[in-house]
């Protein structure tokens, strides 16, 4: 008997590493494939029941049928409606990078646009909630984490005064982030209080049939107010702290970057809740998507052209990553990037270190401190390959949490919006971003990255040779984790 059950455990054990040689590696980077089958294959029975937890990084079947239906809706109704400015030449590559935009995530570009970015954490609250506040029609709101907290009351005050008046308020916040902040219950019931329409993102129910990869999130922050007014960025809904003791025990303050748009482009950002409210609820807003054509066109001589870009494992290509790599590649001055979570695959570290070693002048802005250890070492493993190609590496200081997300390409373009530069933005997280060509805008960035640089110190590759060995290790064992993807 003994021995059966022994044939047994060998054949089971045979036929899974067979089994994991075949499925894991299907369309997936051999980089990660090769992670993971060392996890099956060294610790095989908890390595198995991982990986078919985790293992898949794309939504469900239906989930992304409903995404290429809305694609599909949006490429017929916005047919023609770029108007882009022509005053000022574009940069001889900007049309394939708009082309590559239009064909990943279906958005066009649109001129007639204006942005002003807001750096202040509470002053964007502020004016978020003053929007609100003279709302007529609707409220779409969505954010990856909302906290009902003293920094927000006034924002859910004004979504219940909005209630009130008889606007329609819908709301979509993140299920796994939402339950892993403080207060959590408070938020819940303050949103059924108030009468506001709302769901959760991704919801991981499996007793409601509600399941996917529970690490998949959606995490987009945008709110649009009556079509008229829109924001994007980096910000959540909470206070700078995040309500965590641990973090206010380090004093961790966040710093956040969020922009204020008007014109055409604010349906683009529409299209974006339409389509998560759609995927959540099975309601298409049909009178929402009437006004997916071109608003209120600002016509001047800084009116901006803008385009959404939505990217996550709903689309078949990782629409944030082609983005950013093709943009890299056609930089001819200055690239100067900021992203709190700095993880890239190899791609994405060829075409940085390539474009420093061109001559192409290379900022990065990351945090000094970490408030997430494993992706802090993971990050932290890359500067010296960054550092030796001449990529200028500066830390902004403690106690703050540079969590903006955001680049810019010579004088011409800008990249802002939710997604890090990391492999679980470009495969794991729904990101949006919004590539802008504008020099006005432009401008704005590098204002912005000079009041970064002005609170931040270089890391040079001196002192990066003086770490101490405990922490090459712990950056080189973390990095091993970035590949489980």
Not at 150 to 165: G, I, P, Q
Request: aromatic share 10%.
């Amino acid at each position: 008997m003994t021995e059966i059950v022994i044939v047994v455990l060998f054949l089971f054990d045979f036929g899974v590493r067979v089994t994991a040689i075949i499925v894991v590696p299907r369309n997936r980077r051999p980089s990660s494939a090769m992670a993971w089958l060392l996890a099956i294959f060294l610790i095989p029975y908890l390595g198995l029941v991982v990986f078919l937890l985790i293992g898949s990084y794309k939504l469900p079947k239906k989930r992304r049928e409903k995404q290429q239906a809305i694609n599909d809706f949006i490429i017929e109704t916005t047919e023609g409606i770029e108007q882009v400015s022509n005053d000022h030449p574009w940069p001889a590559w900007l049309r394939s990078v708009v082309e590559l935009n239009r064909n990943l995530g279906a958005m066009p570009l649109v001129g007639g646009n204006k942005a002003r970015l807001i750096g202040d954490y509470s002053q964007s609250i502020a004016e978020m909630t003053a929007d609100i506040n003279q709302a007529k029609k609707f409220v779409h709101c969505e954010f990856y984490i909302m906290s009902y907290d003293s920094v927000t009351a006034d924002f859910f005050l004004a979504l219940e005064n909005a209630v009130k008046r008889g606007v329609i308020v819908r709301v979509l916040l993140d299920h796994v982030a939402s339950f892993r902040s403080p207060g959590h219950r408070k938020t819940f019931r303050k949103l059924r209080q108030i009468g506001v329409t709302w769901h959760f993102m991704l919801p991981v129910q499996p007793l409601r049939g509600k399941w996917q990869r529970p690490d998949l999130r959606n995490h987009r922050k945008v709110l649009v107010v009556d079509g008229r007014v829109g924001y994007m960025g980096s910000q959540n809904l909470i206070d700078r702290s995040y309500n965590k003791r641990v973090n206010r025990r380090r004093g961790l303050q966040w710093q956040d970057l969020m922009t204020r748009v008007q014109g055409p482009v604010v349906n683009g950002i529409n299209a974006i809740f339409i389509t998560d409210w759609y995927s959540e609820t099975n309601e298409l807003l049909v009178r929402e998507t009437e006004a997916i054509t071109p608003g209120v066109v600002f016509e001047s001589d800084d009116a901006l052209d803008c385009q959404i870009v939505p990217s996550g494992p709903g689309f078949d290509g990782e629409n944030n990553l082609r983005l950013f790599l093709a943009l890299l590649y056609y930089a001819q001055k200055k690239i100067i990037i900021t992203s709190p979570y700095f993880v890239p695959d190899d791609s994405m570290l060829y075409a940085i270190t390539t474009a420093s070693q061109r001559g192409v002048e290379v900022q990065l802005f990351v945090s000094e401190i970490g408030d997430q250890a494993l992706v802090y070492h993971a990050q932290r493993s890359y500067y010296e390959a960054l550092l030796r190609a001449g990529v200028q590496i500066w830390m902004y200081k403690a106690p703050y949490i540079l969590h903006a997300k955001h680049f810019t390409i010579d004088d011409d373009v800008a990249v802002m919006g939710s997604s890090n530069m990391d492999i679980r933005s470009f495969q794991l997280n729904m990101e949006v971003s919004m590539m802008v060509r504008g020099t006005a805008f432009v401008q704005q960035m590098r204002a912005i990255e000079d009041g970064y640089r002005a609170s931040s110190r270089e890391l040079t590759l001196a002192e990066w040779e003086r770490q101490p060995l405990r922490s090459t290790v712990l950056d080189n064992l973390a990095r091993l984790t970035s590949g489980l993807q």
